[in-house]
């Protein structure tokens, strides 16, 4: 098991948009945009449930996650492990999110009778450049 060192954190912790890829049942990889954040040494990120991601996750728990630094594209984070779906606190983590990347108290894209899941990441491996 890997662990994050602070510079990787820190890029994690900045709102800048991640990539993440799912195993879909056939095998192939299936990459999405997300907003993502730290709880002490795990990657959360949020969906909602019947996405693609909740669904190959429940599937098949392996998930990776990526950020780079728009500003030094030798500045990155690389994360893979398996994905723990967590329907508690759902709600608050994607409204933390909200106020992270769009300044916003709450999640303004709620669809009607959405139930949102987070996506617990706790890293196996960990691929971090500081940059240059």
Known sequence: MSKLTDGAKDLLNRPLHAW??????????????????VD???VLFN?????????N???DPRVSISV???EDRYHFVSVSGN???E???ADEVIDRLAKKYLGKDSYPFRQEGEQRVTVRVTPEHVIYSPGG
């Open 40 to 42: 002490g040494d795990d």
């Open 20 to 37: 993440v890829t799912t195993v879909r049942p056939d095998g192939s990889l299936q990459s999405t945009v997300v907003w993502v954040t």
């Open 87 to 89: 329907l508690d606190g």
């Open 83 to 85: 994905g723990v779906l």
């Open 68 to 70: 780079l630094d728009p």
């Open 47 to 55: 969906t909602a449930v019947g996405r693609a991601k909740e669904k």
């Open 57 to 59: 996750l429940r599937a």
